[in-house]
């Protein structure tokens, strides 16, 4: 990809779009970036790129202002259904994501891309670590926090790249292809961006498109939105699965085990033996030791990695036992799927305290229901979509109590909880009707929790 010298656009200023930009200004390119907000953040940025020679425009995005450029890179938060895009398509100009243009500047394609409506940043994490421990020199970025392209500088030809990559990134793609691309699941999530599932299935399989069959896909055997498009699929195949399966990664009886290539089950790790707890993180594991094992690291790197790896902040994370009632903070939870996952990985008969809510991306909540039954005594409804919430999940048997804040949710739940409950926040919706992400909105938990002490 040629860059010097040609104009090209940037939407959004977060840091996917400044790495972008100081990477094209070092190349000579003419960069013109474009930023609707303003705080002291995007205010510093501009400040940066305007002295490396960038034009920028901030509190809107003009057409005006893009009216000559050859090319646009596209922020992963920007809805392409805006004025600007719409100009620009027309005009046939090329717009691709920050990790497109990061993969046609990449001297290693060694990728590992790891995508899936809910697990990527804890999976993303776990194989990082195992490559790393194994001694493979490693570079771990992507919607994990750490740009592609901000990581270039540090990847050379045997490098290899564990990249966690969200549909966002992925609607923008043209040649970027990973080695090995992993599915870990779909269910219902960001329907406040794609009008319906089969628009948020295009967006992640596209993940695969660019495959062939000397590339390797790892893929969730058990999710029906994964199995339908499989026949697309020209990678070779391996899945793991719940359920024992001739080959690739299973559970059974409390053990996971890996089996590829025709040769010896390998029993890898018996899961009370794991620091991560719920089904969700079993998949993760089973993905991460799958892709491990086709890469050539020896089972007992992977296993004692796996044993010792701590759960990341926010995903499952016990904060605090206040007498005899154990608080968990799940903030990471966005969607229902991640709530059916953290409910059916807690053992016990009705001793959940469940606390929901946030802003409405407009899931349907119903389908939880059937996941209360025996799990779930209590629920605590906050935030913007609490009414609607309350209304699909309301049942004849479970006691439901609205409130205003997460203040007031916690000393709600402590006042309920007896010894051996758990308080379980898994909010199952985003942060930004009260928080400006899901860790400030699981710190606050946290806080609460620990103020009760």
Not at 44 to 59: P, S, V
């Amino acid at each position: 990809m040629e860059v010097k010298g040609k104009k090209i656009g940037i939407v959004g200023l977060g840091v996917s779009g400044f790495d972008s930009a100081v990477f094209l200004l070092e190349k000579g390119a003419d960069i013109y970036v474009s930023e609707k907000n303003f705080n002291e953040d995007i205010k510093e940025k501009a400040e940066i790129l305007k002295e490396k020679g960038a034009k920028i425009e901030i509190g809107n995005h003009s057409i005006d202002f893009f009216k000559d450029i050859e090319l646009l890179i596209i922020s992963p938060g920007i809805d392409e259904k805006i004025e600007v895009i719409d100009f620009l398509k027309k005009k046939n100009i090329p717009i691709i994501s920050e990790i497109e243009l990061a993969y046609n500047f990449s001297k290693s394609k060694k990728l590992i891309g790891i995508t899936g409506t809910n697990g990527k940043t804890t999976t993303t994490t776990l194989i990082g670590k195992i490559f790393k421990k194994a001694n493979y020199d490693t570079v771990i970025c992507g919607n994990i926090g750490n740009t592609f392209i901000g990581e270039l500088e540090n990847i050379n030809d045997n490098t290899w790249i564990i990249l966690e990559v969200s549909s966002f990134q992925l609607e923008k793609i043209k040649n970027f292809k990973p080695y090995i691309a992993c599915l870990l699941n779909i269910d219902y999530d960001h329907f406040d961006r794609y009008k319906n599932m089969e628009e948020y299935v295009l967006a992640k399989k596209k993940i695969f498109g660019n495959q062939n069959e000397k590339d390797i896909s790892v893929l969730n055997f058990d999710n029906y939105y994964v199995k339908r498009i499989l026949k697309e699929i020209k990678s070779q195949k391996f899945f793991f699965s719940l359920s024992e399966i001739p080959y690739g990664a299973y559970f059974k009886n409390g053990q996971i085990y890996l089996k590829i290539n025709g040769e010896k089950i390998i029993k890898l790790i018996n899961v009370e033996d794991l620091k991560l707890i719920g089904k969700g993180n079993i998949e993760n594991i089973m993905a991460s030791s799958l892709i491990s094992i086709i890469c050539k690291i020896d089972v007992e790197i992977i296993r004692d990695v796996v044993k010792n790896f701590e759960p990341l902040p926010h995903r499952m994370e016990k904060v605090a036992e206040i007498d005899g009632i154990l608080f968990i903070n799940d903030s990471k939870s966005t969607n229902p799927h991640s709530v059916k996952n953290s409910i059916i990985s807690i053992e016990g008969k009705n001793n959940i305290i469940l606390i929901l809510g946030g802003k409405d991306k407009g899931f349907p909540y119903s389908q939880l229901k059937k996941y209360f039954e025996n799990k779930v005594k209590f629920i605590i409804l906050y935030g913007e979509a609490k009414e609607r919430i309350g209304k699909e999940i309301k049942t004849k048997n479970i006691p439901m109590e609205f409130v205003e804040n997460l203040k007031e949710a916690v000393l709600l739940s402590k006042k309920i909880g007896k010894r051996g409950d758990i308080v379980l926040f898994s909010p199952g919706c985003s942060s930004f009707d009260m928080f400006r992400n899901y860790e400030e909105r699981g710190n606050v938990f946290k806080k609460e929790v620990l103020s009760l002490q």
